[in-house]
């Protein structure tokens, strides 16, 4: 059984930085690819970034140039290191594993960023 395990959210300051990381376990293969998304409240859950196992990424516009994701395929891991905070960067950030057709999910993790 697949597990996803968030951690690094927090409450920072706008300006600030905080770095999420995801541990995947459970599963015998390295996935296709890991990413992040976020939903806020009242919203749509969005991409934020993706990156795969050979080591493409991508990111939504507005996170450009701010926030940087990586991974560890050993390890199936992966990080999102977030700088120059925003309040509109408040939400619930969620891991997310894909491996062929199947995609799994972590449970999230708060990020609050104070004006």
């Known amino acids: 059984q697949v597990q996803l395990v968030e951690s690094g959210g927090g409450l920072v300051q706008a300006g600030g930085s905080l770095r999420l990381s995801c541990a995947a376990s459970g599963s015998d293969f390295s996935f296709n690819v890991m990413g992040w998304y976020r939903q806020a409240p009242g919203k749509q859950r969005e991409l934020v970034a993706t990156?795969?196992?050979?080591?493409?990424?991508n990111y939504a516009d507005s996170v450009k140039g701010r926030f940087t994701i990586s991974g560890d395929n050993a390890k199936n891991t992966v990080y999102l290191q977030m700088n120059s905070l925003k309040p509109e960067d408040t939400a619930v950030y969620y891991c997310n594993a894909q491996l062929l057709a199947l995609s799994f999910w972590g449970q999230g993790t708060q990020v609050t960023v104070s004006s």
């Open positions: 990156i795969t196992s050979g080591g493409s990424t």
